[in-house]
């Protein structure tokens, strides 16, 4: 009786613990379903903040590819609608050239004693109203006794979309291929890569070729325009003429100069370079040599913006005086900002001076 009565102790005591280990199980499992019941409730919720935000936001729709905006396919047209927007129509003046049309601004002086005209070219990709440099010479010396025109430089092409890839290969060419020893495939491979380093210089050399004759081509154009400005100047009563050019466009204008010396109704009083490049943005000090002298008033402004422009100065500088340019000045300045004060910053300020001290005329029938 007493094993017994212990055993069924035993098995009491063990039930009871079943019951203890079990029991605490119990409330996770209600928390787990609460919480899946608040997750629910927060998923409806955020279904319906949603549907209400796309209610509120407007209906949108895809856009296909024709809806897509192109680039501007005729930024010549564009420009003259733009600076017709902004000029009076005696500002805004059409000039020709190799039978193409460009546009030009011109500002008659404001002062009342006029002392000539500046003919302003500016660099490849700029236009006549350039802000910060352009314009504010354009203003500031037509309020100084100097009538200004800036003129259009011609635009570089688009370039050609490239070629499309080869087509691929016939699928007999490839069967062949593929029933071939493994040494002639070797032999094929070869003679693709072979190919293929062959024509890739090929191609480079091609691009490089197309980019010079752009390149002239702009500069051609650039002098002809340049050609007809002056007639125009001279329709105004301009024969007192300062060249500046801008950037790239320096080499034109000294190309220009060197063209014409023995033409009289090109004669150029004075000359301003302002930050001088050539056609590729290389050095200009080789143009300076080309020059055996040159007793022209020229200015050669440039700005410290990289160790390669003290050294093209410092460059040009040196052609200069080997040269004989008797009457060259250098001068370093700071790159033209929107700090503009009574109608002219540092640049504008240092070449009018310029001007004064070395080119300034006289109105004929006034002493």
């Known amino acids: ?192 890569d072979t190919t293929n380093t062959t024509e890739a210089p090929a191609a480079r050399k091609n691009n490089i070729e197309s980019s010079e004759l752009n390149s002239q081509t702009l500069s051609d154009t650039s002098m002809l325009r340049i050609d007809s400005a002056f007639d125009y100047l001279h329709e105004q009563g301009q024969f007192n003429i300062v060249l500046i050019g801008y950037g790239n466009s320096a080499k034109r204008v000294l190309d220009f100069v060197r063209d014409n010396r023995d033409q009289p109704d090109r004669a150029v009083r004075a000359l301003v370079l302002v930050q001088a490049q050539a056609h590729n943005g290389g050095p200009l000090a080789p143009e300076f040599r080309r020059f055996d002298s040159l007793s022209l008033p020229l200015l050669d402004v440039y700005f410290d913006l990289h160790e390669l422009d003290r050294r093209e100065a410092a460059a040009r500088k040196n052609a200069a005086r080997e040269q004989r340019f008797d009457a060259y000045e250098q001068l370093k300045l700071r790159e033209p900002d929107y700090e503009i004060f009574a109608n002219e910053n540092q640049l504008s300020r240092r070449v009018k001076g310029f001007l004064n001290r070395k080119a300034k005329g006289v109105e004929i029938g006034r002493r």
Do not use: C
């Open 1 to 192: 009786m007493a094993p017994n009565s212990l055993a069924q102790a035993g098995n009491a005591q063990a039930q009871t613990g079943e019951a203890k280990q079990q029991s605490p199980a119990e409330p996770p499992s209600e928390t787990k379903e609460s919480s899946d019941g608040s997750n629910k409730n927060n998923e409806k919720s955020g279904e319906q903040a949603s549907e209400q935000s796309s209610k509120d936001k407007p209906q949108t729709t895809n856009a296909g590819p024709s809806s897509i905006s192109r680039a501007n396919k005729n930024p010549h047209q564009t420009l003259i609608k733009q600076l017709q927007a902004s000029y009076r129509t005696e500002e805004l003046v059409r000039l020709k050239a190799d039978g193409k049309a460009f546009s030009a601004l011109w500002r008659q002086e404001r002062k009342g004693k006029a002392f000539g005209a500046v003919l302003i070219v500016p660099a490849d990709g700029q236009t006549p109203n350039w802000p910060h440099s352009i314009d504010v010479l354009r203003q500031d010396l037509s309020l100084s006794g100097w009538s200004t025109l800036a003129i259009e430089t011609a635009l570089m092409p688009s370039p050609k979309v490239p070629a499309r890839p080869t087509a691929a290969e016939p699928k007999a060419a490839k069967q062949t291929a593929n029933t071939s020893p493994q040494g002639s495939d070797n032999t094929q491979e070869n003679s693709a």
